[in-house]
């Protein structure tokens, strides 16, 4: 079983053929953010959707003090929300220690979505799949009243959504594959 860190890419993953894949890592382009770099300001602009390839990175939220809300590591997504939503983000997000990121650039990837319906159908499952998962992380937390641990695991393997456990070793081939091919 993959681990929970990676539970975000998977859900994309989980739906993208070989030629999605490719398609990304040919658009993608490799970022390197040293430890305490910032690579989304609370309240501004993204332009690009990340997948984090290794390290990890603090989701902070700056209104009256700082506070860490999450943290996220290899193989999770960033900027998903705001991708969708296309409202500045509501956190800042930084980084932990080197942090190697995917940065897939909005604006190709909005022409890609455009033009293709086979890629855009697929990539907007899985995004979904993963926002309903969150939902329902967010949902179980406030339910049982939980305190949240930022180091907790986020879910047991029968929280998996059942889409994703059916392809869930293709998916983890999928992210490594991704991993050792993207370009500088």
């Not at 209104?63 to 193989?75: D, F, H, N, Q, V």
């Amino acid at each position: 079983m993959a681990d929970s860190s990676r539970k975000k890419a998977l859900f994309i993953l989980s739906q993208l053929n070989n030629d999605d894949i490719n398609w990304i890592v040919h658009k993608g382009k490799k970022e390197v953010l040293d430890p305490g770099g910032i690579l989304i300001h609370e309240g501004r602009q993204i332009d690009a959707l990340y997948i984090v390839l290794n390290g990890s990175l603090s989701v902070l939220i700056e209104a009256e003090r700082t506070r860490e809300l999450a943290k996220i590591a290899s193989g999770e997504l960033v900027g998903e929300v705001s991708f969708i939503d296309a409202r500045p983000p509501l956190a800042t997000v930084k980084a932990i220690e080197e942090t190697h990121l995917l940065a897939i650039p909005r604006r190709q990837l909005v022409i890609k979505l455009q033009n293709d319906m086979g890629f855009a159908s697929r990539f907007y499952y899985g995004i979904s799949l993963c926002l309903a998962d969150r939902m329902r992380g967010t949902i179980r937390h406030i339910e049982y009243g939980r305190n949240i641990e930022l180091d907790q695991p986020e879910f047991e393997r029968e929280d998996i959504n059942p889409n994703v456990l059916e392809n869930l070793a293709l998916a983890e081939a999928k992210f490594n594959w991704l991993r050792e091919n993207v370009k500088a």
